[in-house]
């Protein structure tokens, strides 16, 4: 520090933050995070066409749930394999090969000419959100500065969330110009349900063009021996006393570096280190709480219950607005009040949420096989899910994908991020795949097991969750176990 005229002291070159630093960082965490806008996008593109698909195809309920979970198959593949490719070839390059997987995928999936062959085009945009949904967390925390990381490592879920309503909203557009909704035809041509799925070409071109556009991690390229590249990018993101001391950090950080293989996460408790199950089991927890049934099956799911088409698609966008809402206000409070606080307040809220949803739907009347919500159940069950959603969006959806970018050390993490994003992906599969099959024995029931996952998911964060707020991710290595941390 120098002195100023009148004796205060000022920041020299060295230690003044460059300018526009928060919103450099903020751009480039965004670009990366559009991947979970492909992810969000694709999951819920499909919900206004599931009725289309079972009448063209002549679907079972087993046979749809298996369509629509298909692209999870992939997820878990493409994120299982995207650390170690990255690892090899760079983020960047991961995310420009995921944006061309995804155009692919959704132009298969709007010219498909049966479920299996739409299964297969869904498996390969999978292939590309799970990819994505590991670069994008590790991409953020690696460019983040400390003090920034939880509110930008928030846009994945913000992208997910966005994602989730643009694709609510397009479906609901189309159904309406269509002649006969998702089934009609549409105005240039062609059946309605095709023109959702090929709408997600937009978002995937997009985000192949940001990521020409990005720089490469800097982790990445002092790994691969271009420091002066690094030193190019941290120097748009912080000072240089900052940048020099990050490189510093991750040299020292890499000096034993290695090809990390998955005997690296062995450790004593059940074959893996704690922190590693921790990552998987908030991964899988994250869904098996039940959200993506909102988002995959919610205008099925409210037309069961007495809803028009038209109603329960906007009853689906009015679910993904709240869902933005929470997830807006996660970012304003993931930096300042942590992580763990949040993670007990999410679980809590769904928990009595979920255990309304159930028993008004354990309690509907059946009326030709179907349950029927009555003058008070169906305002309370509406009121509910929206609660319920609020409840994840401004916790779990956002809280998780930060602490999986930030709670491994720099050796484990993309090895260790993989395992737990393929976690999420296989959870989320299961959950998606059930579903019709449980709602058709009884909604009740299928309610209640996410109301008692998401009671066991509040006992594992206050029993083993550590927080991670605050900590360099150079400094990782301090989240011992993870319950000495919480006593500590």
């Not at 690296?264 to 074959?271: I, S």
């Not at 099956?297 to 409210?302: A, I, K, P």
């Amino acid at each position: 520090m120098t002195e100023r005229g009148d004796g205060a002291p000022s920041a020299t070159e060295d230690d003044a933050q460059p300018r526009h630093s928060g919103a450099t960082a903020l751009l480039l965490s965004a670009a990366a995070a559009l991947g979970g806008f492909l992810f969000g996008y694709d999951s819920s593109v499909i919900n206004g066409a599931v009725g289309a698909l079972r009448s063209e195809f002549g679907l079972s309920s087993f046979t749809v749930g298996f369509v629509v979970s298909s692209a999870l198959l992939g997820c878990a593949v493409g994120a299982w394999f995207a650390g170690p490719i990255s690892d090899r070839v760079g983020r960047v390059k991961v995310m420009l090969a995921a944006a061309v997987l995804f155009v692919i995928s959704s132009l298969g999936s709007a010219l498909a000419f049966n479920a299996v062959d739409l299964t297969a085009w869904r498996v390969l945009g999978g292939l590309a959100i799970g990819a994505a949904s590991v670069i994008a967390p590790a991409y953020i925390a690696e460019i983040a500065p400390a003090r920034l990381r939880g509110r930008l490592g928030s846009l994945q879920q913000m992208a997910i969330v966005l994602g989730i309503f643009a694709a609510l909203v397009v479906d609901y557009v189309i159904a309406q110009v269509s002649d006969g909704g998702a089934s009609g035809g549409f105005p240039w041509g062609g059946t309605a349900w095709r023109w959702m799925f090929a709408s997600a070409v937009v978002p995937a071109v997009f985000y192949g063009l940001l990521a020409v556009i990005i720089p490469e991690s800097p982790r990445y390229l002092v790994k691969h021996h271009k420091p002066v590249r690094a030193r190019q990018v941290l120097a748009r993101l912080m000072s240089r006393d900052e940048a020099e001391h990050k490189i510093e950090d991750i040299e020292h950080s890499i000096t034993t570096d290695r090809p990390v293989r998955l005997h690296d996460l062995r450790g004593p408790r059940f074959g893996l280190l704690p922190i590693v199950w921790v990552g998987i089991l908030l991964s899988a927890f994250q869904q098996l709480v039940g959200i993506n049934v909102i988002f995959y099956y919610s205008s099925t799911l409210w037309e069961a219950v007495g809803f028009s088409e038209s109603d329960a698609m906007l009853t689906s966008v009015i679910n993904s607005i709240v869902n933005v809402v929470g997830t807006v206000v996660a970012i304003l409070l993931v930096d300042r009040i942590g992580r763990r606080p949040l993670l007990v307040a999410g679980a809590s809220g769904m928990v009595v949420t979920l255990g309304i949803l159930a028993y008004c739907f354990a309690t509907a009347a059946v009326v030709h096989g179907k349950p029927q919500l009555g003058d008070v159940a169906g305002p309370v069950a509406l009121v509910a899910a929206n609660v319920y959603v609020f409840s994840f969006a401004a916790t779990w959806g956002p809280v998780v994908w930060v602490m999986l970018g930030e709670m491994f050390n720099n050796f484990i993490r993309a090895s260790a991020l993989a395992v737990s994003a393929a976690a999420q992906w296989i959870a989320n599969w299961v959950v998606t795949t059930t579903f019709p099959g449980l709602s058709g024995i009884s909604l009740g029931l299928a309610y209640g097991i996410y109301t008692l996952f998401s009671a066991l998911a509040l006992v594992f964060v206050l029993r083993s969750v550590p927080e991670t707020r605050g900590l360099e991710l150079e400094d990782m290595d301090r989240l011992a176990m993870p319950d000495r941390t919480r006593r500590a």
